[in-house]
């Protein structure tokens, strides 16, 4: 393969799915990891990537940078159906979860609401996510708060107060990032106090991310991967984030 089409094909690849690692690269392209940072530099140098450690992301990527809820809905659709359906399994007939914020929890709820679980309480801060529930013959909790446009979620003190005085059995939890060491993050610091009151509420966290966040770190983190019982993705992490959540006793489900 001449270089040229081999940079085409990285530059495709970092827009589909967010983020590349140098490992994975030399293994898909058989090339040394020597090669992929070369590769990586000129591609960096043109505008279309922007390096970061152990790997490469979309070139408008920072850790502030977060798409609307009708943006990123539009994102990995299929993944994130096959993760809520995953999900969903784990869903018991009776008791009490908490759905946070996010498309991938929406794809949940929406499912969820087709159920047949009149003795199931949903707690829920997202406004889409309310709606979902509030339509069929399950028990719903609106947390109210702030609501911030950009994703329909509310936030604030008076959120935070609400989710620290419930002890639900379950909370499906979405994230911006999952890393091996700065663990679970989103780019908005209101966000993620509410996230954070979120998962210290749940006897059991599980995490419902798309492979895309995977090895992501934004700006703000708000657990830690010790934090976590579950993580269901639609793809296998790479070695280095696998072991970080075997250590963390972290079961991973691949949908």
């Given at each position: 393969?001449?270089?040229?089409?081999?940079?085409?094909?990285i530059a495709?690849?970092?827009?589909?799915?967010?983020r590349?690692?140098?490992?994975?690269?030399?293994?898909?392209?058989?090339?040394?990891r020597?090669?992929?940072?070369?590769?990586?530099?000129?591609?960096?140098?043109?505008?279309?990537?922007?390096?970061?450690?152990?790997?490469?992301?979309?070139?408008?990527?920072?850790?502030?940078?977060?798409?609307s809820?009708?943006?990123?809905?539009?994102?990995?659709?299929?993944?994130?159906?096959?993760?809520?359906?995953?999900?969903?399994?784990?869903?018991?007939?009776?008791?009490?979860?908490?759905?946070?914020?996010?498309?991938?929890?929406?794809?949940?709820?929406?499912?969820?609401?087709?159920?047949?679980?009149?003795?199931?309480?949903v707690?829920?801060?997202?406004?889409?996510?309310?709606?979902s529930?509030?339509?069929?013959?399950?028990?719903?909790?609106?947390?109210?708060?702030?609501?911030?446009?950009?994703?329909?979620?509310?936030?604030?003190?008076?959120?935070?107060?609400?989710?620290?005085?419930?002890?639900?059995?379950?909370?499906?939890?979405?994230?911006?990032?999952?890393?091996?060491?700065?663990?679970?993050?989103?780019?908005?610091?209101?966000?993620?106090?509410?996230?954070?009151?979120?998962?210290?509420?749940?006897?059991?966290?599980?995490?419902?991310?798309?492979?895309?966040?995977?090895?992501?770190?934004?700006?703000?983190?708000?657990?830690?991967?010790?934090?976590?019982?579950?993580?269901?993705?639609?793809?296998?992490?790479?070695?280095?984030?696998?072991?970080?959540?075997?250590?963390?006793?972290?079961?991973?489900?691949?949908?």
């Amino acid at each position: 393969m001449f270089a040229e089409e081999r940079h085409s094909r990285i530059a495709t690849l970092v827009v589909a799915e967010g983020r590349v690692s140098v490992a994975e690269l030399a293994e898909r392209f058989n090339i040394t990891r020597e090669t992929v940072r070369r590769d990586l530099a000129l591609l960096e140098d043109a505008g279309v990537l922007r390096r970061v450690h152990g790997g490469a992301v979309t070139g408008g990527y920072s850790s502030t940078s977060e798409l609307s809820l009708n943006s990123r809905a539009g994102q990995h659709q299929n993944e994130k159906a096959r993760i809520a359906k995953a999900a969903l399994s784990m869903i018991p007939d009776a008791g009490s979860i908490v759905l946070d914020a996010g498309t991938t929890t929406g794809h949940l709820a929406e499912l969820l609401a087709h159920e047949a679980r009149a003795d199931l309480v949903v707690i829920t801060h997202a406004v889409p996510i309310a709606q979902s529930i509030a339509s069929s013959n399950l028990h719903l909790e609106l947390v109210g708060g702030r609501v911030r446009g950009l994703t329909s979620a509310a936030v604030g003190s008076h959120t935070i107060d609400r989710f620290t005085g419930y002890r639900p059995d379950i909370a499906f939890v979405g994230a911006n990032g999952v890393h091996s060491t700065f663990g679970l993050s989103t780019p908005d610091p209101d966000e993620a106090a509410v996230k954070t009151a979120i998962v210290r509420s749940a006897r059991r966290v599980i995490a419902v991310v798309d492979a895309s966040k995977l090895e992501q770190e934004t700006l703000v983190g708000f657990a830690s991967l010790t934090d976590i019982d579950t993580l269901v993705t639609d793809r296998t992490p790479t070695s280095v984030l696998a072991a970080a959540l075997a250590d963390a006793d972290v079961e991973v489900v691949v949908a």
